[in-house]
């Protein structure tokens, strides 16, 4: 008597639970339930589970009876004359969809030539056990699993040419790589995909080496003339835009060059790239503070007084300027509108970007480094033949990891490479390594792939002979250039009076509560007291009720608001946070007193 | 023992008895004496000066050093328990978890555990079976092989395992009494390997039945209540009980138990029972238990130190809001660790002054914290106009 849950809720019971879900199997197939309901047995509990509720991941498998696949050498022909689609095989029950549950009790082979009469299911392809990013790692299956999925995030990541219409588009944070390769080494995900016509990365000579030190932990050593020649060279496009927003009254914002009685004029310095509409001319070389797009505003509701004293409809400049850091080439302005029907002003910048040190780069197994050293070409370690590599990449980045796969990759793409055809790495379904070697040392070289090479500096072989290779490098997103940031002096928030936070409102970096006990657990009480007053302030504070006190410097008079005139005020040195306190305190109806109290 | 061997003279170093605590100073003695004579006095000289520096300076921030010196490794522990010596059952909690229930002073935790040392014949494997039976907690559950209500006679039928019943020194009739004892509203009778129950009153006597069958089984029969297993193990050369669930009062009580060596990891009880210095040493053994068991390294002076604030009130309090940081008599203090406006309320409400001589409430107002440069003053006042 086994239990019967449907997508997590008891049903009932059946005595005979193996007939019971061949029964539902068989009407699955005949088309009578729905392809996605899933059917698991579970010994262990007696428990027979239906799933049919969302998100759950399912993939395809061909059925396999008596140790004979369900799809034949004629449905193959009838794929191939587009006689029958995909589809059909689903609903004729040649392929079904199986649930991580109802896997639990299948055995599938990977290949036909395993079939026993055990066996319930044949994989499409073994590539099919991952997903699509995955299946684009070549020689996957001599990987560690973790470093598939690390090297699948990475890959995400990585510059390419993500629409053929980019230059007509407008979309924020763009990454686009000047001159992206076909990958020598490649699997069929890569024709399926046509990543050919998409790719993202380079075919790179990559020596496994460690050189003067500049490739520890994880760095990468880069060739100076390799970048010069246009490696991982980029383009990054960032939009910027303007609305003319509607006010009540009829007012609105209006795109122009700002007048000079405008409030919050900045200078004609920063205005000098408009043209007469207010907007920044094409291949304009803009820096950080320029202003892009000018604007002016209608007064805010409940701005300063001077604007309503001072009569007239006075406004405000609102123009869009580069902001800190930020400086490129005006590529594209845009002028529509939006739903509303206001008019909207897009401009994008465009700013080439060079590898520099800092730069992110990967290969496809998850070896992410950033570059450490970019060297001459004269200052790069060469072979006998004089190839000088465009990437030192570290030895001590492989053992602990066990990506067999990337030295793999290496070699493959050296054979690649000299006998110039593509090289197939498709995972469980590759060109056999072995073969890769005989071919290699047919070519000329080591079968091992390691070639003798030579120090820059002394002319002088090295002892040990170098692994040398291509392989295909991606340069990821991150750049340093975008993460740069320091700061001495800068705005504060307007409550608190500390430090903004954040690298876009050109913030501090925080010293938070474990750093400060670093200095309490040194004892070093004044340097705390100094890294923690960005927000110092001095109040008064009447030594009689123990309230602040105002000074009013039109008068240049210090007073008690209870006490009055005649309070004996005196000045207190205390961060401005603890003043906020004290009025908090005060806005909830308490009192807080401060007895006063001389320290030496 | 070294005592039997050389030694210095006490006389001959009276200067640096003074200057060293008692028990570096007695195996000083002992240890130069092996040396040169004409370097024992230099080799005082030495050590006095390294027993100097080893101390902590005033000023030192001693806490913030133990709480990072906890915390640290903490970040390190791994969350894996441990099986209870082959008792797959049995998961002891280890690690953080455990770390967290000691410094939070819980009063129930997770795997309470006695180690109980026996003495001298017990210790050496006599009777140690016996000594097992006698300690663990047995129910009715247990001795009963089998219940059947029986609706034509109203009656409850118990059939009792005899064999078991041997195997504790039990008798029919003594569980008959047990049960009579529980039950005051049934009979009970012995018929052979059955126990008879019978309701007393008429009033719905089946129900009474149905009730009686769920309750029997919980009745506590012999054993010491609380100790749910009992493993004997040898350890160092003698049978030690280790044990699952604790109860320190009557364990000692066993006159079997060798109750100076005993112990339990219910530092509350330990409270309760011998009082709170030696929780105080529970507590440090615990924790240190926990951090070796870890491979990690913490100087014992920390966790000392920590042990000493959970009780230096003379109850043992927990790390938490309600326990030794409701006692900081700083206002600011207590309000930046949690719930901020109840402790500005409350301190109002009772018109609470805060002096300001703690170091958290220094960082708040930006003056300097009374540690290490910024506790030194001038001893000098300034007359005051
Ligand atoms: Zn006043």
């Not at chain 1, 602990?400 to 790495?425: F, N, P």
């Amino acid at each position: 008597m086994a239990e019967v849950y449907i997508s997590g809720k008891y049903v009932g019971t059946v005595d005979n639970a193996k007939e019971f879900i061949d029964q539902i199997k068989t009407e699955r197939r005949l088309g009578n339930l729905p392809i996605d309901l899933n059917i698991q047995y579970d010994e262990d509990y007696d428990q027979v589970i239906i799933e049919t509720s969302k998100g759950r991941v399912s993939r395809p498998l061909i059925l396999v009876k008596d140790g004979k696949p369900l799809l034949t050498e004629r449905h193959l022909q009838q794929l191939e004359k587009n006689e029958i689609s995909w589809n059909d095989l689903v609903s004729q029950g040649i392929v079904e969809y199986l649930d991580a549950s109802e896997e639990e009790n299948a055995l599938v082979a990977f290949y036909a030539e395993e079939l026993t009469p055990e066996h319930n299911y044949l994989e499409v392809a073994p590539l099919a056990m991952v997903g699509f990013v995955t299946s684009l790692v070549p020689f996957g299956q001599h990987n560690q699993g973790v470093r598939m999925i690390q090297g699948s995030k990475n890959q995400k990541q990585a510059m390419g040419i993500y629409m053929a219409n980019f230059h007509q588009r407008l979309d924020m944070d763009v990454h686009l790589l000047h001159y992206p390769q076909k990958p020598i080494v490649k699997t069929i995900m890569h024709d399926i995909s046509n990543y050919e016509k998409h790719a993202a990365g380079q075919n790179l000579v990559v020596a496994i080496m460690a050189f003067e030190g500049y490739n520890i932990e994880d760095a990468i050593i880069v060739n100076k003339a390799s970048i010069d020649r246009g490696m991982g060279r980029s383009t990054y496009y960032r939009p910027v835009f303007a609305e003319e927003l509607r006010y009540s009254g009829g007012l609105t914002d209006k795109i122009c060059i700002p007048d000079k009685d405008v409030s919050g004029y900045r200078s004609e310095k920063e205005y000098r790239l408009l043209e007469e509409d207010g907007i920044v001319f094409t291949e304009a070389v803009v820096k950080e503070g320029d202003v892009v797009i000018g604007k002016v505003s209608p007064p805010r509701f409940l701005s300063a007084i001077e604007d309503y004293t001072l009569g007239g409809t006075s406004r405000r400049e609102s123009s869009v300027a580069l902001k800190h850091g930020e400086q490129g080439i005006i590529d594209m302005v845009v002028l529509t509108e939006t739903e509303a029907g206001n008019r909207l002003v897009a401009v994008k910048v465009r700013e080439p970007k060079i590898p520099e040190i800092g730069d992110k780069f990967t290969s496809r197994h998850g070896q992410k480094g950033v570059i450490g050293m970019i060297y001459n070409e004269e200052d790069m370690p060469f072979t006998a033949s004089g190839i000088k590599p465009d990437i030192i990449f570290s030895p001590h980045s492989v053992p602990s990891r066990m990506t067999v796969a990337h030295l793999i990759e290496l070699l493959a793409g050296k054979v690649g490479a000299l006998a110039g055809r593509y090289i197939d790495g498709t995972m469980f379904d590759s060109e056999k390594p072995e073969d890769l070697r005989k071919e290699l040392l047919k070519l000329g070289f080591r079968d091992d792939g390691s070639e003798v090479m030579y120090d820059p500096v002394t002319g002088k072989r090295y002892l040990a002979r170098i692994f040398v290779g291509d392989m295909y490098y991606l340069r990821l997103k991150h750049i340093v250039a975008n993460k740069m940031h320091a700061r001495a002096r800068g705005p504060v928030q307007l409550l608190t009076r500390q430090p903004t936070e954040g690298k876009a409102r050109e913030g501090g970096l925080r010293l938070g509560e474990m750093e400060k006990d670093t200095f309490v657990a040194h004892g070093a009480s004044l340097l705390l007291k100094e890294r923690f007053s960005s927000d110092s302030t001095v109040i008064p504070v009447c030594n009689n009720c123990g309230l602040i006190g105002i000074h009013d410097y039109r008068k240049d008079k210090v007073y008690c608001p209870v006490c009055g005139d005649k309070a004996d005020i005196r000045f207190v040195e205390v961060s401005y946070a603890f003043k906020l306190l004290l009025d908090e305190l005060k806005s909830l109806y308490v009192h807080p007193k401060l007895k006063l109290k001389l320290k030496y | 023992m070294t005592g039997k061997e050389k030694m210095l003279e006490k006389s001959e170093f009276k200067e640096f008895e003074k200057k060293l605590p008692k028990k570096v100073f007695e195996t000083a003695l002992q240890e130069f004496a092996t040396l040169p004579k004409s370097k024992q006095k230099k080799a005082m000289e030495l050590l006095v000066k390294q027993y100097l520096n080893s101390l902590a300076e005033p000023g030192e921030c001693v806490g913030l050093v133990t709480a990072q010196s906890i915390g640290e490794p903490g970040t390190q522990m791994t969350l894996n328990t441990f099986h209870f010596a082959g008792v797959s059952e049995m998961n002891v909690t280890t690690g953080l978890p455990r770390l967290i229930e000691i410094l939070d002073a819980r009063k129930s935790i997770s795997t309470a555990m006695m180690t109980i040392y026996l003495k001298k014949p017990y210790s050496e494997g006599k009777d140690l079976d016996v000594i097992a039976r006698k300690l663990k907690a047995m129910h009715m559950e247990e001795f009963i092989e089998e219940i059947s209500v029986d609706i034509a006679s109203l009656q409850l039928r118990l059939k009792i395992k005899k064999q078991k019943l041997g195997d504790y020194d039990l008798r029919m009739d003594k569980i008959s009494r047990i049960l009579k004892k529980n039950f005051k509203n049934f009979d009970f009778k012995v018929d052979n390997e059955f126990i008879i129950a019978k309701p007393l009153t008429r009033e719905d006597p089946l129900k009474q039945l149905y009730r009686l069958r769920e309750r029997v089984k919980t009745v506590f029969v012999s054993g010491v209540k609380g100790i749910k297993y009992v493993l004997p193990v040898k350890r160092e050369g003698e049978y030690v009980i280790l044990t699952s669930g604790t109860n320190l009062k009557e364990v000692l009580n066993l006159e079997f138990v060798d109750g100076s060596r005993t112990r339990t990891n219910d530092i509350l009880e330990v409270e309760s029972i011998l009082g709170v210095e030696a929780a105080r040493q529970a507590i440090v053994d615990e924790v240190y238990d926990i951090i070796q068991r870890q491979g990690l390294n913490v100087d014992v002076r920390h966790i000392l130190l920590v042990a000493d604030t959970m009780c230096f009130n003379g109850k043992v309090q927990g790390v938490t809001r309600y326990g030794i940081v409701k006692e900081k008599p700083s206002v600011l203090a207590r309000a930046s660790f949690e719930t901020p406006i109840r402790h500005f309320v409350e301190a109002s409400v009772l018109g609470e002054i805060d002096s300001l001589n703690s170091v958290l409430e220094n960082v708040m107002i930006n003056q300097p914290i009374p540690i290490g440069t910024g506790l030194p003053r001038l001893v000098m006042k300034r007359e005051e106009k």
